[in-house]
T-cell receptor
Framework: AQKVTQAQTEISVVEKEDVTLDCVYE???????LFWYKQPPSGELVFLIR??????QNEISGRYSWNFQKSTSSFNFTITASQVVDSAVYFC?????????????FGKGTRLHILP | DTEVTQTPKHLVMGMTNKKSLKCEQH?????MYWYKQKAKKPPELMFV???????INESVPSRFSPECPNSSLLNLHLHALQPEDSALYLC?????????????FGPGTRLTVT
């Protein structure tokens, strides 16, 4: 069965600190895609990254970085030098080919508070 | 441009009303989705349209009726809703179905059923 676990329900850090959001996934498929989305208080889900199961290279985009480790089925997300605008709910998600079409399995989300 | 627009932003309706939610994208995407999101929960898939045809209906009650008049537009018709249907309704689109491309979401319609 497919599953995405975000064990951290809520995290608070002071601005400029680094913070890592954990994501652990389960799938029996060998080909799958992982995603991170950000949902600020306004409600819109903002796409951050898509990574396929054959590409284990870590990715960096500005202050954001992602660490994909197949051996531990984890796809963690780090924000460096956090800012108040990073306050949001962050969802990790999985889509494999055992699911119909493009059904995304979302984790429950991690609510991140960046304190000024 | 990765914009998906949704109207209205907020909607309050009685249980006997009929209303519609509208979603539009001009990215040339051929897959469009409706999600429902309750507070402090992840989005739940309701419907998927692929090339303007309904591809997935996640056992959604018939009081929700989707429609895809063309490749840019997606509607959700609402009739005889219940208070528990109050939620954020999100529309999304992606390039095509079945390739696991990322989905781009609209800002949502916050629906309150009284």
């Amino acid at each position: 069965a497919q599953k995405v676990t975000q064990a951290q329900t809520e995290i608070s850090v002071v601005e400029k600190e680094d913070v890592t959001l954990d994501c652990v996934y389960e799938t029996r498929d060998t080909t799958y895609y992982l995603f991170w989305y950000k949902q600020p208080p306004s409600g819109e889900l903002v796409f951050l990254i898509r990574r396929n199961s054959f590409d284990e290279q870590n990715e960096i985009s500005g202050r954001y970085s992602w660490n994909f480790q197949k051996s531990t089925s984890s796809f963690n997300f780090t924000i460096t030098a956090s800012q108040v605008v990073d306050s949001a709910v962050y969802f990790c998600a999985l889509s494999d080919f055992m699911n119909r079409d493009d059904k995304i399995i979302f984790g429950k989300g991690t609510r991140l508070h960046i304190l000024p | 441009d990765t914009e998906v627009t949704q109207t209205p932003k907020h909607l309050v309706m009685g249980m006997t009303n009929k209303k519609s939610l509208k979603c539009e994208q001009h990215m040339g995407h051929r897959a469009m989705y409706w999600y429902k999101q309750k507070a402090k929960k992840p989005p739940e898939l309701m419907f998927v349209y692929s090339y303007e045809k309904l591809s997935i209906n996640e056992s959604v009650p018939s009081r929700f009726s989707p429609e895809c008049p063309n490749s840019s537009l997606l509607n959700l018709h609402l009739h005889a809703l219940q208070p528990e249907d109050s939620a954020l309704y999100l529309c999304a689109s992606s390039q095509v179905v079945a390739r696991r491309y990322e989905q781009y979401f609209g800002p949502g319609t916050r629906l309150t059923v009284t």
